[in-house]
């Protein structure tokens, strides 16, 4: 996926919350939308009701940050992002898988696994001998 694509989910997104906050549209404006994209864009793929939940939540979960979003999120597929949205409230924790999706080149199923699993608080916390036996990097 590339970062134009994520750009532009992340926009309609910004879109969506700022048309919802503001009140200009009423409750069903995700529906509507959803219903006009696939009208004006027929075969496009991506602008489904379900779709633009999900860029309204990318949005919500990385607003805040000084750049549109983190490096490893811009770097991973839509699909990824759509499971770190789904599984994990902190974004923390999302940045964290993920840098490591992009560090094991983790498929969707994997990462949701290692989600499931708690991969995270389960890091570190094995006891082992490695600095005892290991050599000084």
């Known amino acids: ?3 134009e694509l994520l750009e532009l989910y992340w926009t309609i997104g910004r879109d969506l919350e700022t048309a919802i906050t503001a009140k200009v549209w009423g409750a069903k404006v995700i529906e509507q939308v959803a219903r ?3 009208q004006d864009f027929p075969g496009v ?3 489904s009701r379900r779709n633009l939940y999900r860029m ?3 949005y919500l979960a990385y607003r805040d940050l000084s750049e549109f979003v983190p490096q490893a999120v811009a770097q991973i597929p839509w699909g990824h992002n759509a499971v770190l949205l789904e599984k994990l409230k902190s974004s923390s924790e999302r940045l964290w898988y993920a840098q490591k999706t992009l560090e094991l080149g983790w498929s ?4 949701t696994l290692q989600i499931e699993s708690k991969l995270l608080e389960r890091q570190g916390k ?3 001998n490695f600095a005892a036996t290991l050599p000084p990097p």
């Open 45 to 47: 793929e991506g602008f």
């Open 36 to 38: 006009d994209l696939q």
């Open 126 to 128: 094995a006891v082992t």
């Open 1 to 3: 996926m590339s970062r």
């Open 56 to 58: 309204r939540a990318f």
């Open 108 to 111: 969707r199923t994997v990462l």
